[in-house]
């Protein structure tokens, strides 16, 4: 039995305390021994592009940032063993049980593991939507200078979307090192009916979303008739930025919450259809929160009862569920972005099914 002052009630909050500690100690423990693992792996992987780059730019431009991500994607994972491993240890010690014997009640007992739930929770959050994106961008800057991996395009081609209300622009080849784009048309609609069209076999761009159009035809259109209009250089004005033009790989891993709801909702507005990764990082960075709860509960409810040979059965099937996560989670972000579901239901879906698991094996857990 442990010596743990905890056998009447008026020392229920140094329990509180003693049980946060022993889970946020151990999930803390376990991300540092996880993202050195991979970070041993990874430069073993990466020696050749490593020796390119100077010590400062690997340590802070690469593996700080690395380091973040790393944790932030094992987050679930992490929580859900941390949980598991803490409680098996304190059943095996029959310090749940004298907990459970000085009044203390299951639901009770709880109360601190979801406390330690709720800060990994926040923390999650805050680093998912305002600390990551920045770091993932050098990061990703870093491997695009020295590995030509996630470089990013200066050309894009067959850019088409609603600029305003009725305006739709297409640009055959839009080059971003000359600001110059090629084969552009601007249609004018009103409602479904095509009043102007505007070709001009190329355009140069400058920052304050201006186009000079270079030999340029503008057709209008009234009913039956129309009147055509042409000549060698035109100004205009788009509300356009060239960066909308251009989607590149993991883009939307170095957006903040504030800017990838602003992206997608712009996207939204100009009628682009390929924004589904967007919104799934999105609603994961909300999702996942919530799975520290879950997670935490399911955990608590499968270790905290003493069995024969030790937490090794307790962990196995942590694990298996914790895959089974992740499992889950990448099949229906999959099928999300096929078209196939909508990213919201999509994302939200691994946690309702364990939700369900997590009611069930609570209301079934001796209390």
Known sequence: MSNLPFVSSPWLKKLDLYIIKKVLGAYFLMIILLVSVAIVFDIS???????????????????????WYFSNLLSPLITFIAVIF??????????????????ISFHRVMVPYWISAAVI???????????????????????????????????????????????????????????????MTLEKFDGKTLVSRTTAQFADYDTLGHFELRKWVTRDFVGMQETMTSGERKDTTLNVDTEDFFVYREMQQQMTNAQLEHYIEKQRRRGVGSIQEFEIEYEKRHSQPFAAFILTTIGFALASKKVKGGMGMNLGIGLALSFSYILFDTIS??????????????????????????????????K
Not at 45 to 67: G, P, Q, R
Not at 127 to 138: K, R
Not at 341 to 354: D, E, M
């Open 86 to 103: 803490i409680t098996s240890q304190l059943a095996n010690n029959s310090e749940i049980i004298a907990t459970f014997a000085s009044g």
């Open 121 to 183: 929770a926040i923390m999650t959050y805050i680093l998912s939507s305002f600390v990551i994106p920045p770091a993932n961008e050098v990061r990703l800057d870093f491997l695009a200078k020295y590995k030509n991996a996630y470089k990013r395009e200066t050309n894009a081609t067959n850019v088409q979307f609603e600029v305003e209300k009725g305006v739709i622009l297409y640009i055959g080849t839009y080059e971003k090192n000359l600001k110059r784009a090629y084969r």
């Open 333 to 366: 972000a999959t099928f999300a972005i096929s078209g196939g579901l909508s990213p919201r239901i999509a994302v939200w879906i691994p946690n309702f099914l364990f939700l369900l698991i997590a009611i069930f094996l609570y209301r079934r857990a001796p």
């Open 45 to 67: 992987e990466k020696i050749d592009t490593l020796a390119d780059a100077t010590l400062k730019e690997i340590v802070f431009d690469y593996y700080v940032n690395f380091a």
